[in-house]
């Protein structure tokens, strides 16, 4: 069937405006580790799906899968210890006092409760998010995005502050002054929410603001801004949806990474290695105050099937010490990117942390000037030479790369001579 | 473990307030068919869970699970058949135009997306449901929720409507009038709707009023408040997550059987037998206006091990033929449970369809008093002698019996001798 064909069909079965990536749509029929192939037989070097977190397929997650889907799959209303068993595991890897979780079967509906769980701790519903974020799906959750903006508007419980970038700091200055800078922000913004029926509830922000274009930002920077939350008696949700589970190399997850400890800690995408799961880790009060406050079931969310899937994800995680090999080869990647700036003026910053990483494209060094469309050629190039990554960032000039976390050095050398390759071959002015 | 420390292990890691089945939890730790086994090697027959709607562990689809989490799980942003041949295999069981879909992960997302279909295709916002409903956990859609009440209050969006009841007909009168009323108050509703800033987008029902106790209404019932729906320029939601996929015996969705033809109908817990699969069914158009209005992506929705499970369970319906299987044994239990009425003047009422059905408990036939708190017992009582089903309805009085669709005679004669013991081993009046 060629792709024009499943376009077709997609548009008569889906609707119109499904969302494809790649100009050339990419039809795949089979993954393996970091690699997955086209029905053509042609075979890509995954190097953008955080979902098949370790690993496309890895054998142990399927076979987990497939021993407890024959043995037993129910709901929570009725015992089981796979559910204990995991929250244990799951939550022996947060500091204190963050014990206690909800399991769910998306992102979207983890930050959908951790709002609720706001709303029950401080009684009040306002929340704050960045300019340049997204944090799922659901009707309340959507009225979060900038990415995804909602029809109808935004409701009079959100704000929006500006999006940290350190290559181009808020006020001009990296550091201390852009901390307190952003600091300065939510504290505005908390304020116009306390002149509101709503009040201020909670600031939620990906503690390695992955969308925003993951600005290198030093442990502590956030200090100014959780105080100015505290302070105000809000809570801080953390989704970790992209940077958990040990993306980041150097920590477990993201806001360990910036030294931030959030009230609330949301998980999605990689939490099962595509497994429908997501969850709420919070502290005994914030979990017992959402449990008085809402009843909550979902007939999914923490299935056995699910925990065996999330199970065997940590327990691969350890056993192929996966979050190391994120680190060294991401500083390794990195590197790589680092020398590749010297022949190619349009890397403007290198940026990441583990196997989370990218390079800011930009017209002009001196300018800073954002080479977006580049960026997207690029992205679409590096697909035709066998290399999926994508863009993002607050001008979407920024590479994404985010590879299956068994990615090697050699993947990385690969993935750096094609860019170098591509970067060589597509002139920034054309 | 025993069930104590469990139930310990429980509060501790998922926090208090979390809901189970019977005085005496069951721990459950293998399924087959329409058998579950607990961790003390007792045996159950399983006569409530419609999420294994095939049969715990149905071996086709444990396969179809097994081969596509070895092959490939991925997302919607690339090309795959997968979800393609399933949604055009699911929607052949629609009328037209109900042709296109959205797959999630789960029915509160489903419904989630279809009250946004509302306002994308009517521009209001106003909603009407029953007044003893349950449709999901999202923030968005526990407010329709009368079963579990959202705090804070319901928006000043959502009205509810008396919930049809066969048995105490509202007026008074079964039949047409029965049906008259309830337009009625779904016009009126609509009529306030329409004096506020929200207008009236979308009457959501679950066409066999599942949660209300499942109301023996005949074909034809609903047309007086479609007409009202209609008229007023507003969309119908059928709630399927309960009736759907054959189980009611007569068709494969509640709405046929009903004689409705909705706008919009969600999809859930049975629909890939406990692997997390919701979905939204629509016409071209409303797909369109949704597609159009709102950016909606969804990670783990219509991946391809999604789309295999869920394909699996079409196909074992049609091999197995268990929708007339669902029709078949329905009819015989709920003769047996007719005959039963004839020894025990609690069993005021018999109802349902296919393999929903159940008995509704009074204390007095005459004045129809609800024997809520015997029904609970009787719930209890039957769990104590290896039968699980449980008990709902307006008044919590009806005996919810919701096996896996394999359930034979020989499973319902056990069912119902149980009950005859049941029923006369536990008085009324204690």
Same mark, same amino acid.
């Given at each position: 069937?060629?792709?024009?064909?499943?376009?077709?069909?997609?548009?008569?079965?889906?609707?119109?405006?499904?969302?494809?990536?790649?100009?050339?749509?990419?039809?795949?029929?089979?993954?393996?580790?970091? #690699?997955?192939?086209?029905?053509?037989?042609?075979?890509?070097?995954? &190097?953008?799906?955080?979902?098949?977190?370790?690993?496309?397929?890895?054998?142990?997650?399927?076979?987990?899968? &497939?021993?407890? +889907?024959?043995?037993?799959?129910?709901?929570? %209303?009725?015992?089981?210890?796979?559910?204990?068993?995991?929250?244990?595991?799951?939550?022996?890897?947060? @500091?204190?006092?963050?014990?206690?979780?909800? !399991?769910? &079967? /998306?992102?979207?509906?983890?930050?959908?409760?951790?709002?609720?769980?706001?709303?029950?701790?401080?009684?009040? =519903?306002?929340?704050?998010?960045?300019?340049?974020?997204?944090?799922?799906?659901?009707?309340?959750?959507?009225?979060?995005? =900038?990415?995804?903006?909602?029809?109808?508007?935004?409701?009079?419980?959100?704000?929006?502050?500006?999006?940290?970038?350190?290559?181009?700091?808020? *006020? @001009?200055?990296? *550091?201390?002054?852009?901390?307190?800078?952003?600091?300065?922000?939510?504290?505005?913004?908390?304020?116009?929410?306390?002149?509101?029926?709503?009040?201020?509830?909670?600031?939620?922000?990906?503690?390695?603001? +992955?969308?925003?274009?993951?600005?290198?930002?030093?442990?502590? #920077?956030?200090?100014? $801004?959780?105080?100015?939350?505290?302070?105000?008696?809000?809570?801080?949700?953390?989704?970790?949806?992209?940077? @958990?589970?040990? =993306?980041?190399?150097?920590?477990? #997850?993201?806001?360990?990474?910036?030294?931030?400890?959030?009230?609330?800690?949301?998980?999605?995408?990689?939490m099962a290695n595509g497994h429908p799961v997501g969850g709420v880790v919070s502290s005994p009060d914030i979990? $017992?105050?959402f449990r008085k406050s809402f009843r909550y079931f979902n007939t999914f969310g923490g299935n056995p099937v699910?925990?065996? +899937?999330?199970d065997a994800v940590l327990e691969v995680l350890r056993q192929e010490d996966l979050m190391e090999n994120a680190?060294?080869? @991401?500083?390794?990647?990195?590197?790589?990117?680092?020398?590749?700036?010297?022949?190619?003026?349009?890397?403007?910053?290198?940026? *990441?942390?583990?196997?989370?990483?990218?390079?800011?494209?930009?017209?002009?060094?001196?300018?800073?000037?954002? +080479?977006?469309?580049?960026?997207? %050629?690029?992205?679409?190039?590096?697909?035709?030479?066998?290399?999926?990554?994508?863009?993002?960032?607050?001008?979407?000039? /920024?590479?994404?790369?985010?590879?299956?976390?068994?990615?090697?050095?050699?993947?990385?050398?690969?993935?750096?001579? /094609?860019?170098?390759?591509?970067?060589?071959? !597509?002139?920034?002015?054309?």
């Amino acid at each position: 069937m060629t792709v024009a064909s499943l376009l077709d069909r997609r548009s008569r079965l889906m609707g119109p405006n499904v969302s494809t990536f790649y100009d050339e749509p990419v039809h795949l029929v089979k993954g393996e580790g970091v #690699w997955v192939w086209a029905a053509d037989g042609r075979k890509y070097l995954d &190097c953008y799906n955080n979902v098949p977190h370790v690993g496309h397929c890895h054998p142990a997650v399927v076979d987990a899968i &497939c021993r407890q +889907a024959a043995t037993l799959n129910t709901h929570t %209303r009725y015992l089981h210890e796979g559910i204990l068993d995991y929250i244990e595991r799951l939550t022996a890897t947060f @500091g204190d006092p963050l014990s206690t979780a909800i !399991l769910t &079967c /998306t992102g979207s509906e983890a930050n959908d409760i951790a709002l609720r769980m706001g709303e029950a701790v401080t009684g009040r =519903r306002g929340v704050i998010a960045t300019d340049h974020t997204y944090h799922g799906n659901t009707t309340a959750v959507s009225q979060l995005s =900038r990415t995804n903006p909602p029809t109808g508007g935004y409701g009079s419980h959100v704000r929006h502050v500006p999006a940290p970038d350190s290559y181009r700091p808020l *006020g @001009g200055e990296a *550091g201390a002054a852009h901390a307190q800078a952003f600091a300065d922000e939510v504290a505005k913004a908390i304020a116009e929410l306390e002149k509101t029926e709503h009040g201020f509830s909670a600031l939620i922000i990906c503690p390695f603001f +992955a969308n925003e274009g993951f600005p290198d930002l030093p442990k502590g #920077w956030l200090e100014p $801004t959780a105080n100015a939350v505290c302070g105000a008696g809000g809570v801080i949700i953390a989704d970790e949806v992209q940077p @958990g589970f040990g =993306r980041i190399g150097t920590h477990m #997850w993201g806001h360990q990474r910036i030294g931030l400890t959030p009230d609330i800690v949301t998980l999605g995408k990689p939490m099962a290695n595509g497994h429908p799961v997501g969850g709420v880790v919070s502290s005994p009060d914030i979990m $017992t105050a959402f449990r008085k406050s809402f009843r909550y079931f979902n007939t999914f969310g923490g299935n056995p099937v699910s925990c065996a +899937a999330a199970d065997a994800v940590l327990e691969v995680l350890r056993q192929e010490d996966l979050m190391e090999n994120a680190k060294t080869v @991401g500083d390794y990647a990195r590197q790589g990117l680092h020398q590749l700036s010297e022949q190619h003026q349009v890397i403007g910053d290198v940026r *990441g942390s583990g196997l989370f990483f990218g390079a800011e494209l930009v017209r002009d060094r001196q300018s800073r000037e954002p +080479a977006t469309d580049y960026a997207n %050629r690029v992205a679409n190039e590096m697909r035709r030479r066998g290399i999926l990554l994508n863009k993002l960032g607050i001008h979407y000039n /920024t590479l994404k790369i985010r590879p299956p976390l068994p990615f090697t050095r050699a993947n990385a050398d690969l993935m750096l001579s /094609t860019l170098d390759e591509v970067l060589t071959d !597509l002139p920034v002015d054309q």
